[in-house]
């Protein structure tokens, strides 16, 4: 039987200490974990805006333009920290970004004004950019082939809880303590975490508390994966790539549809002629439906591979659900029903996360540890950047077409349905098996 020091490795000597069973998994929880408290730490203006607006005097412009402040640090700071990520490697590049902006969150209550608080949401954005990327690579090094997509879902799935708890948290501290503990409390969250993260993360061969058969079982699939010798590609490299070029788009033309969805559905619901108090409860349903579909691409792309499947034929596989799925939008044009867009908006998003979570596991896929992150990184920023011009494109737009009552989104709808479908057609042109695969340039998919 092949042991850890046949494939170049060799067992950590872990003393006295005994080996956590299934180590893999806690570290995709804690990465889970990082995700959860990312998006509290996000959250918290947007939901006490319309406070901070009255106390301030901002105008709607004002704060469209701190929100936009942290777009614009999110997507830059995407491609930087992907490369930092690369280059210090996921204990410390992490370390670096979660110090960075849970630090921010707690200075956050000493902004004075509409340009204090512009610099810190800044300043927070290029801090938080930094976990993507960083999750990524981790599950690059932990996972085997098979189980990276379920990996990815877990811990992207943290988005949906971390929006979804945060008002509990965030306007509960801000009732009870002010506006100081509202942003303090989830800034301190994130350095609990590092003491957790510090403790728990280092790569498999060097962990001292796995056990052989783990990471005999990782090592097996991530060391042909990863072999000696070779170098980390320059930026300009990557990009003359096309699986480069297929990665970035998997995520620019899917992630901005989502984010439009979660923050103007309920607008969107009123355009109809539908009643928030009674349409409440249509709103969970993109973000639940969201979470389902990332566990069921995650866990049926493993499936697929497990069943024999090539990787790239198994994540292709959800690639098309994806892209055909979020294509009932378009229905959502002829329909003011409730229960009948509720229904279409969840198969939707279900559809969406699941292209999604293909377009977050493909770097970890396509590219070895020296670039994953770098990879991730770049196609977050083209992510952020598309979801930058998503929002401009629908308020201008529904702002030209306020007089055509529960018409008002049509144009959009079509849109979001199509972006996604013509992003899944550029994927599968795309990321495939080429010259540079033949050249170890990208990993054979």
Do not use: C
Request: overall charge positive; proline content about 4%.
């Amino acid at each position: 039987m092949e042991n850890a020091a046949q494939t170049g490795f060799t067992q950590p000597d872990s003393g006295a200490r005994r080996a956590i069973p299934s180590l893999r998994w806690w570290i995709g929880g804690i990465l889970f974990a990082s995700t959860v408290i990312n998006y509290i730490d996000r959250q918290t203006l947007s939901l006490l805006a319309p406070y901070l607006k009255q106390d301030y005097h901002w105008t709607n412009t004002d704060y469209a333009n701190i929100v936009v402040a942290f777009r614009v640090a999110y997507s830059i700071g995407q491609t930087l920290s992907g490369r930092l990520m690369d280059r210090v490697g996921t204990k410390r590049g992490l370390t670096i970004t979660v110090l960075w902006y849970s630090i921010v969150s707690i200075f956050t209550p000493l902004a004075r004004g509409f340009y204090s608080f512009l610099g810190f949401r800044f300043l927070l954005g290029a801090g938080e950019s930094g976990n993507w990327p960083g999750a990524t690579k981790a599950v690059s090094e932990w996972f085997p082939k098979h189980e990276r997509g379920l990996a990815t879902a877990l811990f992207d799935s943290g988005s949906s809880l971390g929006g979804a708890i945060a008002p509990f948290i965030v306007l509960w501290l801000y009732f009870r303590w002010g506006l100081r503990a509202a942003f303090i409390v989830p800034g301190l969250l994130g350095l609990l975490w590092l003491v957790v993260w510090r403790w728990l993360y280092y790569r498999p061969e060097e962990h001292p508390r796995i056990s052989e058969a783990e990471l005999r079982m990782i090592l097996v699939d991530t060391s042909e994966d990863n072999p000696k010798g070779k170098v980390r590609q320059r930026w300009r490299d990557l990009l003359k790539l096309p699986q480069t070029w297929g990665t970035i788009i998997a995520r620019s033309f899917t992630d901005p549809v989502f984010f439009f969805i979660a923050d103007w559905f309920p607008i969107y619901l009123v355009a109809k002629g539908i009643a928030l108090k009674s349409g409440l409860i249509a709103v969970w349903i993109p973000f639940v439906a969201a979470d389902l579909g990332n566990f069921f691409a995650g866990g049926m792309s493993g499936y697929l591979i497990k069943r024999g499947w090539s990787v790239g034929n198994a994540r292709k596989a959800l690639v098309v659900f994806g892209g055909i799925g979020v294509t009932l939008l378009i229905p959502t044009v002829f329909t003011v029903n409730l229960y009948v867009l509720t229904l279409l908006f969840g198969l939707a998003t279900f559809s969406y996360a699941s292209f999604t979570t293909i377009a977050n596991v493909l770097p970890s896929d396509l590219y070895t540890s020296e670039s994953v992150a770098t990879v991730s990184g770049l196609s977050g920023t083209g992510a952020a950047i598309g979801t930058i011009i998503v929002f401009e494109l629908a308020g201008h737009l529904s702002d030209a077409r306020i007089a055509t009552g529960t018409h008002l989104f049509d144009p959009l709808m079509i849109l979001a349905g199509l972006i996604p479908f013509t992003g899944m057609i550029l994927v599968l042109l795309l990321v495939r098996n080429t010259q540079a695969t033949e050249r170890g340039l990208v990993r054979r998919i």
